[in-house]
């Protein structure tokens, strides 16, 4: 749970005094060495409950926390918010009107949902914060598995294979830039899911 946002949870654990000094420091050293997130660990060490630094974690971003997602989700609303997108995003509609639609977001840290969400659906976003793993369910549950093939993938990630002499003149930039675009994450999450 909030693998890359470690850092995030520390500070809000400490800031908060939600673990003492010397349990927090102990946890920082077990996801340094062994790379669990720092969450995760809290959670399963019983040193706050899943739910309240869920709550936590709502709060210091500025949104609300829904303990108990619900069970299903209106057709219509969930048809607002195409399958890629709510795969890609991690997040899927709970609630809309004309003007705003309430995302459960996998993520909550993650900003670019905001942005990106509201220019593609048009209307204002605000994240609800939940168990990442009952989301990811509803979101299997209501557009199920990426059907997107690895041949598909390769495909759109680019028609030729590249040359040695190209491959060697790749700077770690033109590498990076590479990694951060779509099909890459769609390639590695279809790899690694």
Not at 29 to 55: M, N, P
Not at 80 to 85: F, G, I, Q, V
Not at 175 to 193: H, S, Y
Request: proline content about 4%; cysteine-free; charged content about 25%.
């Amino acid at each position: 749970m909030f693998e890359s946002h470690s850092q995030a949870v520390y500070k809000l654990l400490r800031d908060r005094q939600l673990v003492e000094t010397e349990q927090l420091e102990a946890l920082q050293e077990e996801h340094k060495a062994f790379g669990r997130s720092l969450a995760d660990l809290a959670v399963d060490l019983g040193l706050i409950e899943k739910s309240a630094l869920l709550g936590h974690v709502a709060q210091s971003l500025g949104w609300t926390f829904l303990a108990e997602p619900p069970a299903s989700l209106a057709a219509e609303t969930i048809a607002m918010l195409p399958a890629n997108l709510a795969r890609t995003y991690g997040a899927i509609p709970l609630w809309a009107d004309a003007q705003s639609v309430d995302l459960l977001a996998v993520d909550p840290f993650n900003s670019q949902i905001i942005e990106d969400l509201t220019f593609a659906l048009g209307r204002d976003v605000r994240l609800v914060v939940g168990d990442p793993a009952r989301i990811e369910a509803l979101i299997k549950l209501n557009y199920g598995e990426d059907e997107a093939s690895l041949d598909e993938l390769l495909r759109e990630i680019g028609d030729k294979p590249l040359s040695e002499e190209e491959e060697r003149e790749l700077s770690t930039t033109d590498i990076e830039a590479m990694a951060g675009k779509t099909p890459i994450i769609r390639f590695v999450n279809l790899v690694l899911g």
